[in-house]
């Protein structure tokens, strides 16, 4: 990889960072003004469309951390590792948002922040995962730090189906689910619409993060390139 | 009305965990680009004497 290659465009695209800048704030007015306040919960309900779209954010990043993993240990392009850096970095960052709402939801609806079923522990699990990913990756050698990384990115991509189905499969104190849940779940049309764009614009600020991570990726590489370079000229006496 | 607050809270710690992210990315961008107009530098100096 050229150092020009990495200094050069800019690494989002202004038609990219804008429509999901836009997307957010429209999202933000379908969340606060639009979309009507669900009956039985009431107002602290409206952290749903900002809770489930963190965490379906987190899954896709999980999924194409862990594909870029294994093309990087398939093909050792560096390409593959800066996204799968890229994306890995971003699990971190959407599961903090998905457990901090999902935790301050709990306290006005339960009664309490936090209680280990199934699915918040799973969840947790796949937040000091990917924590650890970054720690390993900061503390291992480079011969050695995609290979370590890609075992644990497997790890994490086999804890997502555990997360989405874990409401399915045990009883857990966290709510059924709304989509998909078999009879008497749904959602009304409002409401599944303005989950559903956020979705998209969580997707559209993810997709602006991991190509601004990406690029610091190729940044630090790039730096870490001309440094060794430097010495070597300087060792030979150049 | 007091679930209004906790609803701002917790919107205020999603939006906010996302801008300190890009912030700290972009400071990190900037860093690295600057260490390298640094390195350059030197090796061009280097190559003047």
């Known amino acids: 990889m050229s150092t020009q290659r990495a200094t050069g465009s800019p690494a989002v695209p202004l038609w990219l960072g804008g429509t999901a800048a836009l997307a957010m704030i429209v999202h933000l007015y379908l969340v606060f003004v639009w979309v009507p306040t669900e009956s039985s919960m009431g107002i602290i309900q409206r952290i749903f469309y900002f809770h489930v779209p963190a965490a379906m954010t987190a899954f896709v990043a999980c999924f194409v951390g862990g594909v870029a993993s294994i093309l990087y240990l398939a093909t050792r392009n560096h390409k593959w590792d800066d996204l799968s850096v890229a994306s890995n970095e971003t699990v971190v960052v959407f599961e903090a948002i998905n457990i901090a709402m999902g935790s301050i939801w709990g306290r006005r609806v339960w009664g309490i922040w936090w209680t280990w079923d199934a699915k918040l522990t799973s969840a947790f699990v796949l937040f000091f995962l990917y924590v650890a990913y970054l720690l390993i990756r900061r503390a291992t050698p480079v011969e050695v730090r995609a290979t370590v990384c890609a075992v644990i990115c497997i790890l994490g991509m086999l804890d997502v189906p555990l997360i989405y189905l874990s409401n399915r499969i045990f009883r857990t104190q966290h709510p059924a689910p709304v989509i998909g849940g078999g009879p008497g779940s749904g959602l009304a049309p409002e409401m599944l619409f303005t989950l559903l764009f956020g979705m998209c614009a969580m997707l559209l600020v993810w997709g602006s993060m991991v190509r601004l991570r990406r690029r610091v990726a190729q940044l630090e590489r790039a730096a870490e390139d001309l440094v060794r370079r430097t010495n070597e000229m300087i060792d030979q006496g150049i | ?49």
């Open chain 2, 1 to 49: 009305m007091e679930n209004l607050s906790w609803l701002f809270y917790a919107y205020g710690i999603g939006i906010g965990v996302l801008f300190a992210y890009v912030f700290q990315i972009s400071r990190r961008e900037q860093t690295l680009r600057r260490r390298m107009a640094d390195l350059q530098a030197t090796v061009e100096e280097h190559w003047k004497k």
